[in-house]
């Protein structure tokens, strides 16, 4: 399973995200702020002010929001502990990397996932040298990072998240392809997803109340606002925090045991 690395901790990092991402005005967001300038809930030590109440203060793409880690990867490794307040002269690089190292955390995420399970052993070789190529270029210096060609690692490392969906979704009771698809609202409560591909699938706002997607395939699956209220998501593969986060959820939603349930659930 994903390690502790892979998980963000917000006590490890410089609010990296509350300064280096843009906020547009919408629904997620209260005000429009612009890359690199800090959000104006935030404290000198780094907290939110409005931590416990983001929703309510109209801050949802807060608390949807998941670096895998990568916040304090640049933090504490990349630039080894210095801060961009007292070392002003790294903002510019510290910023640019957070999205970066997002990315390949995200393929790490995957990886680690994918290794994880006992039905991509044939793959398993393939999978080790991948998560250590990554592992090896998010180790490095703000140069390194920068220097990454993010579009070429998630192009070498998706064969492997196919093949992944493919031998875990193989077998009885694999659904149609629905790569992609428009379920925008769908009403699918009940619904049997078990295996079913849903990479890349537009499900905001579906009604998912009870639905079975054990074994579905959910990379890149747009789950904002989705009800998942009784859902089952045991062995759903490539779902992430992100995807939880955004949706909602009840405490009969069952969940992956290396996700965590959202508080505002």
Sequence with gaps: MPDRTLTADCTSCFA???????????????????????????????????????RPKGFAGCTGYDCFGAGQQVSQVTFAGRDWREAPETRAKMFAALPAMRLLHELLWYLTEARSLAETGEIHAELDAAIAEIEQVSAGDADTVLAVDVDAQRSRVNPLLVRTSELVRAGAGRKKDRRGADLMGAKLRGADLRR??????????????????????????????????????????????????AARGDRETKLPPRLARPSHW
């Design 196 to 245: 079913a591909n849903l990479r890349g699938a537009y499900l905001i706002a579906a009604d998912l109340r009870g639905a079975d997607l054990r074994q579905a395939d959910l990379i890149g699956a747009d789950l904002r606002d989705a009800d998942l209220r009784g859902a089952d998501l045991t062995g759903s593969i490539f779902l992430t925090q992100s995807h939880v986060n």
């Design 16 to 54: 990296l995200c509350c300064v280096a991402l843009t906020f547009t005005r919408s629904a997620d967001f209260a005000i429009d702020k612009p890359a690199g300038e800090p959000c104006p809930n935030l404290l000198a030590d780094f907290r939110c002010g409005i931590h416990d109440r983001l």
